[in-house]
Nanobody, 126 residues
Framework: QVQLVESGGGLVQAGGSLRLSCAAS????????MGWFRQAPGKEREFVAA????????YYADSVKGRFTISRDNAKNTVYLQMNSLKPDETAVYYC???????????????????WGQGTQVTVSS
């Protein structure tokens, strides 16, 4: 069992930056692939980024490549999402999720993840 708690959301102007954190409970954090998703009002939850259990491999949605960076610290049971050059249409609730080891390309689908956090709101003003 893994419990996930996101933090770091807030209000930022377009072009600004935020760093989200996701703290995990449990001793098996390092055995999970971790992902970030987001969901805007009236829209489906969409994949943002994923990172392998070791942190050695990352995968991003095309829309965030070059602007967002996912990382993890297994010693601290925490995964991060650094978001730069934010856009107003990226306003959403951002969720972290834990899933099984596997190819990251396959981990772009929300049903593949076993555990989810409660989400943190990110609002980007124009």
């Amino acid at each position: 069992q893994v419990q996930l708690v996101e933090s770091g959301g807030g209000l930022v102007q377009a072009g600004g930056s935020l760093r989200l954190s996701c703290a995990a409970s449990g001793r098996t954090f390092s055995s999970y692939t971790m992902g970030w998703f987001r969901q805007a009002p009236g829209k489906e939850r969409e994949f943002v980024a994923a990172i392998s259990w070791s942190g050695g491999t990352t995968y991003y949605a095309d829309s965030v490549k070059g602007r967002f960076t996912i990382s993890r610290d297994n010693a601290k049971n925490t995964v991060y999402l650094q978001m730069n050059s934010l856009k107003p249409d990226e306003t959403a609730v951002y969720y972290c999720a834990a899933g099984p080891k596997g190819t990251l390309e396959a981990m772009t689908l929300a049903p593949r993840y076993d555990y989810w956090g409660q989400g943190t709101q990110v609002t980007v003003s124009s």
